[in-house]
């Protein structure tokens, strides 16, 4: 959530009009609304006031969570497709990048936006420009993921983005990303070498 649904919920729960928060906070009422809707934010030095009147602490207050739950990223991925399917891309993108400055560090959700984009692409109409330019954010959403250090989701990221430098003809980048992976994985690093052989014909290794 917001920081605007969370001044509106915990509100709602403790059974609090707007006016009763101004009165407590010595701010306008329109002050509050305009932080429930979203035009405007609460000042810095109010924040800690504003925690305690609705009888939570400042982090949830600012939203500062790290990351979605399986659950969060499931439902929010079927957001996306729906936009994909029902407006486009340009609305799946905006949507789903939202999201991602929301929760930057958050490399799951990530991984598995670039996936679900990636997915969608194949099935829904787009310009040679669009497409350039969602190939690109999808490419460097899945780069983020393999710098990020979380060895799960960088080996899948890695793993993705050697495919597609395979497919794409880069086959140094191709290779760098394959020694990264690991020799025991459940993504078949042993398939995706002999891919990478065979199209730089190096029929015997592969």
């Not at 905006?94 to 490399?107: F, G, L, Q, S």
Request: charged share 30%; with cysteine; aromatic share 8%.
């Amino acid at each position: 959530m917001s920081m605007k649904d969370v001044i509106r919920q915990k509100r709602k729960e403790l059974d609090y009009t707007q006016e009763q928060i101004a009165e407590q906070l010595g701010v306008s009422i329109p002050a509050v609304s305009k932080w429930e809707s979203g035009a405007t934010y609460p000042d810095v030095e109010i924040i800690p006031a504003l925690a305690r009147v609705l009888k939570t602490d400042v982090n949830t207050l600012l939203c500062f969570k790290q990351e979605l739950s399986d659950l969060e990223v499931g439902n929010f991925v079927k957001k996306v497709v729906q936009l994909a399917m029902s407006k486009g891309m340009k609305d799946a993108f905006a949507v789903a990048e939202e999201k991602m400055r929301e929760y930057p560090t958050d490399v799951k959700l990530i991984h598995t936006l670039a996936m679900t984009l990636q997915g969608s692409m194949m099935i829904t109409e787009s310009s040679d420009i669009e497409k350039e330019e969602y190939d690109s954010k999808i490419q460097s959403m899945y780069e983020k993921v393999g710098r990020s250090g979380n060895t799960k989701y960088a080996n899948q990221s890695n793993y993705m983005l050697a495919s597609r430098f395979i497919q794409d003809g880069e086959y140094e980048h191709a290779q760098e990303l394959i020694d990264l992976l690991p020799e025991y994985s459940a993504l078949d690093k042993k398939m995706l070498q002999a891919n990478l052989w065979m199209k730089t014909e190096r029929l015997e290794e592969a």
